[in-house]
């Protein structure tokens, strides 16, 4: 299925909920982070109501706001809604004072430097714990706190590349993938999210904060499954099956008559069964080719002949039609401009689309996941650099001749 253009919103563009009340709207969050990962994890935070500062630098701001698609920084405008930002160069004495009075207010405090910078800084966890002693201070990196890779760069690349991921990625006779995305940042914010919850609940209990240690490798080698165990016991590591997965047959993505592209995968006994049944062909049921999933998996080249010629006769609304009636699981592969037109992520709201000054409508993603009684919600738009300075400080006790004299030093 080619790509097409996204023809734009189907309905008008909804308004930010300035007046939503999410659960999370008393905790305070100082996200010092840059890119993806931690900026991903204070965004689950925000999106449920806490107040996230990005404390960013004077003049230049996060990272992310300088990954821009058609002249647009639409990373930041989707990772950085619900949050506040504050300009800061905290590597001066002053600007110190401003984010150790901030620190002493929070609840949480993010960073993604390498180990060792934010003790260097004074502003390590033994000195904003000895402030704030419920703090929950979260160090994201690439390789952790500890191990002999502490030190090193860590890009997510290489985390997807080293974790076992790319290894099993792709097609037996091609090179290793890597994903076109921030994989292993992704999930790393999103366990580390989790983490922080975890961490706020004991601080809650016992009034003590503590250090919560995000790598990226960790979060994306523990979503691999138990690859090492396989390897382990069987003596071979799982390898690039393209499509297939070398746990179920069939499972594998199939072209359709009008040049589209469907996924199936009969990971059951019963539904695999069904499939057989509904391509007219339940003489495979009990041959002893196919007749378990582990005769399937190695035979699943003729299986994918059968099944790939069958939907290869018919296009892909007549696909999906024909399995959707036979109960058999069968989806679209869709590319970020159709996904927006799929009534089931139309009637979900699983894509939102906000008011943008600069663009008109802005799709993203909705909030996820999804509480009955104390739901998120997406209460402003990503914020302008500097934007909350003025606020913030005046907060912690800057009147304005001190702000003034912070602008004026370049610390703010």
């Known amino acids: 299925m080619s790509s097409i253009k996204d023809p ?38 925000a999106d449920f109501g806490a107040e996230v500062v990005k404390v960013e630098r004077p003049g230049r701001g996060d990272t992310l706001r300088d990954w821009t698609d058609g002249g647009q920084p639409l990373y930041w405008k989707v990772y950085a809604r619900n949050k506040k930002s504050l300009t800061l160069d905290y590597k001066t004495p002053a600007g110190k004072e401003v984010l150790t009075r901030l620190a002493a207010q929070a609840d949480v405090l993010i960073e993604s430097f390498r180990p060792g910078v934010m003790e260097r800084l004074g502003l390590g966890p033994e000195t904003l714990l000895a402030i704030n002693p419920r703090l929950v201070y979260v160090r994201v990196s690439g390789w952790g706190q500890t191990g002999p890779y502490r030190n090193r760069p860590g890009f997510g690349s290489l985390i997807e590349a080293m974790s076992g991921f790319a290894a099993k990625t792709g097609f037996a006779d091609k090179p290793p993938i890597m994903p076109n995305m921030a994989l292993a940042d992704m999930v790393a914010g999103i366990q580390g999210a989790y983490a922080v919850m975890v961490a706020l609940r004991v601080a809650a209990d016992t009034g003590k904060g503590q250090v919560v240690d995000v790598s990226l490798l960790e979060p994306l080698f523990a979503t691999l499954g138990p690859d090492v165990a396989i390897a382990r016991v069987t003596g071979r590591a799982p390898s690039r099956v393209g ?18 592209w469907v996924a199936l995968s009969a990971s059951t006994q019963d539904m695999c069964v ?11 049921i009990d041959d002893p080719r196919f007749r378990t999933n582990s005769d399937r998996l190695d035979h699943a080249d003729e299986i994918d002949r059968v099944v790939g010629g069958f939907i290869a006769t018919m296009d892909l609304a007549d696909a999906l039609g024909f399995f959707e009636a036979a109960e058999v699981t069968v989806g679209p592969v869709y590319d970020a401009a159709q996904i927006i037109h799929d009534p089931h992520v139309i009637g979900r709201g699983v894509v939102v689309e906000m008011e943008d000054r600069d663009v008109g409508a802005l799709p993203m993603h909705g909030i996820a996941p999804r509480l009955s009684e104390t739901p998120g919600a997406i209460r402003t738009p990503a914020p302008d650099l500097s934007q909350h300075t003025d606020e913030i400080l005046e907060r912690l006790g800057y009147d304005a001749q001190a702000r003034r004299r912070l602008a004026e030093e370049k610390v703010s």
Do not use: K, Q
């Open 274 to 284: 069904r499939l057989f049944r509904a391509i007219g062909r339940a003489d495979m």
């Open 243 to 260: 499509n297939r997965t070398s746990i179920s047959a069939p499972r594998n993505i199939y072209p359709t008559r009008d040049g589209a």
């Open 8 to 45: 734009g919103p189907a309905a008008v563009p909804r308004p930010y909920d300035t007046a939503a009340r999410p659960p999370l709207r008393d905790l305070t969050v100082i996200d010092l982070s840059r890119l993806v990962a931690g900026n991903m994890l204070s965004l689950m935070l």
